[in-house]
């Protein structure tokens, strides 16, 4: 599968942006997908993941209800709603998908494909 991310930009602290990942190439409801960052000098980390239906998902902890996570399997799409930015929040934002019918999941060593991301910018 093919991932590409979009929706990243320079926003101001307090705002909010939308990403997006659009899929192709297999069957996209038979995957779990998650979002992942990567700020200037750090390891990426996990952000967000949700399962094959879009029933189930999870969050880092430093997303304290700011972030959500969404997906339409009807569109190969899946989004992540970010509000309430912050300046720690700049990074490269990254799709990623792995085959599995199971519980979305936080651990990147899962995940099969990748995108090449989009950089978030929070700054006045």
């Known amino acids: 599968v093919q991932l590409q991310a979009s929706g990243g930009g320079l926003v101001p602290p307090g705002g909010s942006l939308r990403l997006s990942c659009e899929a192709s190439g297999r069957t996209f409801s038979n995957y779990v997908m998650g979002w992942f960052r990567q700020a200037p000098g750090k390891e990426r980390e996990f952000v967000a993941s949700i399962n094959w239906s879009g029933g189930r998902s999870t969050y880092a902890r430093f997303t304290k209800g700011r972030f959500s996570i969404s997906r339409d399997n009807a569109k190969n799409m899946v989004y992540l709603q970010m509000n309430s930015l912050k300046p720690e929040d700049t990074a490269v934002y990254f799709c990623?998908?792995?085959?599995?019918?199971?519980?979305?999941?936080?651990?990147?060593?899962?995940?099969?494909?990748w995108g090449r991301g989009t950089l978030v910018t929070v700054s006045s």
């Open positions: 990623a998908a792995v085959i599995s019918r199971g519980d979305p999941s936080s651990d990147g060593r899962l995940y099969d494909y």
